[in-house]
């Protein structure tokens, strides 16, 4: 059994599943590689349009396995703490490559999400929960920093400082009402993977452009300077946009409609 699955339901929407169920999708060394060369293949991918990330069994991702030594090529050959760092870059920068792919990514959390998992979700551009979801940053109970794989970065801009303050620094678990209530996750559903992709569908209705662009415009004007920086960023979009003539095709539909 691969660790990881990639299934395409309609050329557009790709579905990435982590199948380690009998560990609760933990990252192992290979799940890790796995997922990495499934979003290079994806980013690849000019016909797929949106992304839906998701766990197979009853979790979403409880985090790094514990119980599974890294081989060495995990550390590229390097002795410790070179070795570790090569590692530790190597999850993180999962997360970044979330954030690089051009096309949106919803994930479909229908279990836990712990560590490594809550980050990975935390990366994605939506987020969906079925009632059994439960998220945790779990990292400063190891005995390590709380702020690990993008969280310190992307928590507290999906929710704001305070509450991503008290979920890093307690390591408490928050289920899906409250994830819900604090803007964590989107809907509650309980068919979680069908919510996402009916949610990938109206996406991929959208032009193709324009839904790679706001993602890009999104996720750089977090970190806007000023209103000024955003809306320059937004009005070279939005000229960008209506030259690639899926503007004017939209308009002459909506056009026809109305007539």
């Not at 998701?54 to 790094?64: E, N, P, Q, V, W």
């Not at 079925?130 to 690990?148: N, P």
Request: net charge negative.
């Amino acid at each position: 059994m691969t660790p990881l699955e990639l299934a395409y339901p309609r050329p557009d929407i790709a579905v990435v599943t982590l199948n380690r169920p009998e560990k609760l999708n933990a990252l192992s060394f290979e799940l890790v590689e796995h997922l990495h060369a499934t979003l290079d293949e994806i980013a690849a991918d000019n016909d797929c349009r949106v992304v839906v990330l998701t766990g197979a069994g009853r979790g979403f991702c409880s985090g790094l396995d514990l119980t599974a030594p890294n081989p060495s090529e995990a550390g590229g050959g390097t002795e410790f703490p070179r070795s570790g760092m090569r590692w530790q870059e190597r999850i993180a920068n999962l997360t970044v490559k979330l954030h690089r792919l051009r096309q949106p990514v919803i994930a479909a959390v229908n279990g836990p999400a712990y560590g490594g998992g809550f980050a990975l979700a935390a990366a994605c551009d939506i987020r969906f929960a079925s009632e059994s979801a439960r998220f945790c940053t779990q990292f400063i109970k190891l005995g390590i920093g709380g702020c690990d794989i993008g969280v310190s970065y992307t928590l507290p801009r999906i929710i704001g400082a305070g509450p991503a303050f008290d979920l890093i620094l307690t390591a408490r678990t928050v289920d899906a009402e409250e994830a819900l209530r604090l803007g964590l996750i989107s809907r509650i559903s309980d068919h979680v993977v069908d919510e996402a992709l009916q949610t990938a569908e109206t996406l991929c209705g959208y032009g193709k452009f324009g839904v790679e662009s706001t993602k890009q415009v999104l996720w750089a004007n977090l970190d806007a300077g000023c209103l000024e920086t955003a809306l320059h960023v937004e009005n070279r979009s939005q000229i960008l946009a209506s030259s690639s003539g899926e503007m004017a095709a939209f308009s002459e539909a909506f056009r026809r409609r109305r007539q």
